[in-house]
Structure formats: C-alpha cells, structure tokens
C-alpha cells in the first residue's frame, strides 16, 4: 500500500525569528518560531521544514542554538535548510536531532556532498532544493542562494543531477508562486516526477486543499507550504493553521 503524500509546513528564519517572504523578497515578521513549532505539534503536523534564508546569502554556518531548541520541541520529523555547506556542517544539524538536510546552493558549488551525506546517514536524510521562476523569454530557470543567484541549470536538469549524487528527495519550489495563493505549479510538477524516480515535494502557492489532492494525482510525494498555515486572509492575520482533519481523494 502507498504512503499518502504528508503535509509539510514550512517555517522560514530570518534573524532568529519566524518569516514570511513573497516571491523569496520582503521579509515579514510572523512571531516565534518556538511558539510556531508547538502549536504545530498541537495540530499534529505530519512533518516540519525549516529553513533559514540567512545562511547561504551570509556564507555563515547554521544557527545551531535554534536549530536545537526548535528540535526538542517538536514532535514531528523536522527537515533543516540553510548553510549546510559541508559534511562536518551536516553532521553538526544531524547530531541535533534533525532528521533530513536540504541542500540548494551546494548542490550547484559541491555536487559530491550529496554522496557523502547520503553515505553516512542514507539517502532519505538528504533532500534536494530546487528554486525556479519563469523567465521573460517563456522558459523556467532555477535559481540558488535564497533564490539570489541564477543556475545555469534547468530544474529538471538540476533534479536528475540531485539523484545522480545522492539526494533521495526533491522539494520543488516556485519562486513565483510563492505567498501567492495561486495553487502549485502542477505543470512543471509532473515533468520533473516524470524525470526522476525519487519523491518529489512541491511547494509555493498552496491555497487551499484541493491543492493537495491535485498534487497528491499529479504524483507528488509531499505538499509544502507556508503562508496558508501562519497567514489568515483575507487580511493576512497572522494565525497558525493545519489542515488537521483534511482526508485525502
């Protein structure tokens, strides 16, 4: 029997608290990200991705404090991006208790990371980021480093390269849709789940649950967000949510 696809919030940290950004600009305090993690718990997430969007733009290693105060409050498998730049840096998130790196700009500056990750702790702790936006020509470029650096890869291209070194998930993530409500991008999800034989997760621009099933038909192994569960609309309080009685198709 098939897993069903998980739900995943996704908790971004930008000078130590809890952010919400659109289209991967503008920062916007949301609160805690402690209090965050707890009221998650409450509602019985399936998963927690953190990711912090300082890391790489700064060349800094991780917020290992936090890291750790959020992992011991959690319930849930929590998922940590943002300058995980080396296999010592993975191995200082690991020895927190997280469950799975995300690499994105390594993966475009040190391929064989991959590999010596999933070497030490298997394939299912390393998890491929992949950031793209439309371009003004009609194609779709990805980009790294918080979405500030542009890849002389496709997203496909970058998803295939992913599972060739090691990665045993992808996260697919559009820049454009982001904070937008405007549903995922279904599309480019099918080619890339058609492009590679590992779980693919999509994030940016879930609005609401029929997303989810959408993505669930479509093939998607997981479906991420962050605005519809910390943002109440139509004014965007911010209020933690989670579809904790959703059922799927």
């Known amino acids: 029997m098939a897993l069903q696809p998980r739900i995943i919030p996704v908790l971004l940290l930008h000078k130590g608290g809890l952010y919400k950004t659109k289209q991967f600009k503008n920062p916007s305090y949301v609160g805690d990200p402690i209090n965050a993690v707890r009221i998650f718990n409450e509602k019985e997430a399936d998963e927690l991705l953190i990711l912090d969007i300082d890391c790489s733009k700064e060349n ?3 917020n290992y404090t936090l890291i750790e105060e ?4 959690a319930f849930m498998p929590v998922g940590y991006g943002g300058g995980v730049s080396s296999l010592v840096i993975a191995q200082k998130v690991f020895q927190l208790g997280v469950e ?9 500056k040190n391929e064989e990371l991959l590999a010596q990750i999933a070497s030490i702790y298997g394939a299912q702790a390393v998890v491929a980021s992949i950031d793209y936006k439309k371009s003004f020509l009609g194609g779709t470029k990805a980009y790294f480093t918080s979405g500030s650096k542009k ?9 295939q390269m992913a599972e060739k070194a090691g990665a045993g998930e992808l996260i697919l993530n559009s820049i454009d849709r982001e904070s937008s409500y405007q549903g995922y991008d279904f599309e480019l999800l099918k080619l890339v789940i058609s492009s590679v034989q590992i779980p693919v997760v999509v994030s940016g621009g879930a609005n609401n649950n029929s997303d989810f099933d959408t993505a669930k038909l479509a093939g998607a192994s997981g479906m991420a967000a962050g605005s519809m569960f910390v943002y109440q609309r139509p004014h965007n309080a911010v209020l933690i949510s989670y579809p904790s009685n959703y059922f799927y198709l």
């Open 60 to 62: 800094r290693e991780p």
């Open 70 to 73: 959020i992992v011991s409050e």
């Open 100 to 108: 799975k790196v995300v690499i994105n700009s390594a993966l475009e």
């Open 151 to 159: 890849s002389v890869h496709s997203p496909i291209e970058l998803a």
